[in-house]
């Protein structure tokens, strides 16, 4: 297994945003994640990457036990990820941004700028590579965010919705940015809310709700099991969905 989450839970005082998750993620596969605002998604990541340090249970990358590492030590071993709030440096340009990801793997300035520059070239941002942060709008800070995380080498990849508030066209090319991606050997684990996406590249899904995994399978069938629609939807459009009256 690549990565893994062993009975995982993340207390906020009383409030469990993540309820004793055990997950594991395949090499090489793209991984769904999926449930309602407040789900305990990004709280799972920020478990993953050492963002936060769960209240119980343990992160292990292949096979290693990583549950007390820095998110600087994780990344060194390869786990990497996208901030669903864009961790732009707005003063610096989009190359400086991205060059961040690749000191990881580099002391050498020139290394990281070359590093970096090739990255931004495969995420489409090549023309604006020298021009601010500041200056790109939400699909280029999307593919920054992508790029910085690229440039520290990762061999999984968690994307906190990095297709959110993009257009459909925007959206597609998105799409084909996360198949060149997991063409060139990284695992993913993608958190979206536009099902299409889900549909479209998941392998396998996950679905949260109140913190804890309520279904786990292929997109078709994990869409269609009553207690996702419930989830998202309440009771009574469950029953509709399967033809009961409400
Ligand atoms: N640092 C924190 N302190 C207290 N509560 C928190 C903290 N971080 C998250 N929460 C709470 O934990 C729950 C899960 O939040 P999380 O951000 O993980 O959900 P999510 O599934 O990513 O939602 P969304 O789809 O809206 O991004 C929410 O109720 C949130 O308010
Ligand atoms: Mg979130």
Do not use: W
């Not at 993953?48 to 030590?73: K, M, N």
């Not at 020139?110 to 090739?118: C, L, V």
């Not at 021009?131 to 992508?146: D, N």
């Not at 279904?215 to 078709?220: E, H, R």
Request: hydrophobic share 45%; net charge neutral.
């Amino acid at each position: 297994m690549l990565l893994e989450a062993r009975g995982v839970s993340m207390a906020f005082g009383s409030f469990k945003a993540v309820d004793d998750a055990t997950i594991a993620v395949r090499e090489g596969e793209i991984l769904g994640l999926i449930g309602p605002n407040g789900a305990g998604k990004s709280t799972f990541f920020n478990c993953l990457t050492g963002d936060l340090t769960p209240t119980l249970g343990s992160v292990h990358f292949r096979g290693q036990d990583v549950t007390g590492l820095p998110p600087e030590a994780r990344a060194a071993l390869g786990i990497a990820r996208s901030f669903q709030v864009p961790l732009t440096f707005e003063g610096m340009s989009v190359l400086d941004n991205v060059m961040i990801g690749a000191f990881l793997r580099t002391a050498s300035t020139a290394e990281a700028r070359d590093r970096a520059r090739r990255v931004i070239e495969r995420v489409g941002l090549g023309p604006f590579a020298d021009v601010s942060a500041s200056s790109l709008g939400t699909p280029g800070r999307k593919r920054l965010e992508i790029a910085r995380a690229l440039a520290t080498e990762p061999r999984v990849l968690l994307l906190d919705e990095a297709m959110a508030g993009l257009t459909p066209t925007e959206v597609r090319q998105a799409i084909d940015l996360v198949r060149s991606i997991h063409a060139s050997g990284i695992t993913l684990v993608i958190v979206e809310h536009i099902m299409e996406v889900i549909i479209t590249l998941a392998e396998r899904v996950v679905v949260f709700h109140q913190g804890r995994e309520i279904a786990n399978g292929s997109p078709a069938v994990v869409t269609r099991e009553s207690q996702v629609i419930e989830a998202y939807l309440g009771k009574r459009a469950a029953k509709a969905a399967h033809g009961a009256t409400p």
